[in-house]
């Protein structure tokens, strides 16, 4: 089993020391979605919301999540990220709104927090924007798709798991 990097001997939550790493290019892809009602959906995708554009205001949000990171999820080193990039495309089948997250730096740590930060934020906005509309919306499937950079070596997620 892999040793948890956060706790010390004695189990006790800690910040990694990352000073020592070399700094190195980063970038994480994460992904999740939001599941409606095709009435809702249709608003989505019409942009038919009282609060205005669905997809923009949580692309942006996710944007702004992601560079918040550290200050949400304890313990989180800051990063300097070079780039973040969210996605909003429909799932016309399931009449959902599926998320993606891209985030990049060069730095000591990865940035798979930022990407999953991101994408879970998005998520939330959307369904802020329309819950007037669908209270019942069901976020699902928030996961790290994909990471490379740093010595643990890249990550690709296989599509069974």
Do not use: W
Request: hydrophobic share 40%.
């Amino acid at each position: 089993m892999a040793k948890l990097t956060h706790l010390d001997k004695k189990g006790q939550a800690r910040m990694v020391d990352v000073g020592d790493k070399p700094a190195t290019a980063r970038e994480a892809v994460a992904q999740g979605r939001v599941v409606m009602n095709a009435k809702t959906f249709r608003k989505a995708l019409d942009g038919d919301s009282k609060k205005g554009s669905v997809r923009a205001a949580a692309e942006f949000a996710g944007v702004m999540a992601a560079k918040r990171t550290a200050e949400l999820i304890p313990l989180c080193h800051q990063l300097n990220l070079s780039k973040v990039k969210v996605d909003i495309a429909p799932d016309k089948k399931a009449n959902a709104l599926v998320v993606t997250a891209r985030a990049k730096t060069v730095g000591q740590t990865g940035v798979e927090m930022e990407a999953l930060t991101a994408v879970s934020v998005a998520c939330l906005t959307i369904y802020d924007m329309l819950k007037a509309s669908d209270r019942g919306m069901v976020i699902e499937g928030i996961t790290l798709l994909e990471k490379s950079g740093g010595a643990s070596g890249d990550y690709k997620r296989s599509s069974g798991s």
